[in-house]
């Protein structure tokens, strides 16, 4: 059975210009028949389509990619804090933040366009009401003293008891 990563791999490869898909198809066909199943990278090796250097470049654009895929990660989660924070001030109304939601989703996946700017681009909300969210947003910040961990502490109340996910330890909202 082909793992997705295995799949990546071969689509990276391909994209790259380093081999054919019908070479990658090949090996993914050896893979499948083995009984110990060696990662794809390794079959196109020893087929003689990539070079050990090859193999490195796509591990590279391979690590590059999902570092990008991280970031647009955390980019989503922050997005979705601060449409939350949207409403909670009132500045928006749940239609609005989903609406433009949907509209970033939609948007060229290469390109990162924050929601504050789309808010503010479709006239729903000021740049001085982006502004103030994202102050409150960077005014909460809470650090776990014992591991380091860092925590955005929006939505939580002052006093209110959390536990740190990494090291377990008793954390107190300032």
Do not use: H, W
Not at 76 to 88: C, E
């Amino acid at each position: 059975m082909t793992t997705k990563t295995d799949s990546l791999f071969g689509r990276i490869a391909v994209n790259a210009g380093l081999v054919k898909e019908a070479q990658v198809e090949e090996c993914i066909r050896i893979q499948q028949t083995q009984v110990e199943r060696k990662p794809l990278g390794v079959i196109m090796l020893e087929r003689g389509y990539v070079s050990e250097a090859d193999i490195q470049k796509l591990i590279e654009i391979q690590r590059q990619n999902l570092n990008a895929q991280a970031v647009r990660s955390r980019e989503r989660r922050a997005d979705s804090m601060f449409g939350k924070l949207l409403l909670r001030f009132g500045f928006a109304t749940e239609d609005q933040v989903t609406a433009t939601l949907e509209l970033q989703a939609q948007l060229d996946k290469g390109k990162s366009v924050r929601l504050g700017e789309l808010m503010v681009e479709r006239g729903f909300v000021t740049r001085e009401q982006v502004d103030r969210v994202l102050d409150f947003q960077r005014g909460k910040q809470l650090v776990c003293f014992k591991c380091g961990t860092q925590y955005n502490a929006v939505l939580f109340q002052s006093g209110e008891r959390l536990t740190c996910y990494k090291c377990s330890m008793s954390l107190i909202v300032p």
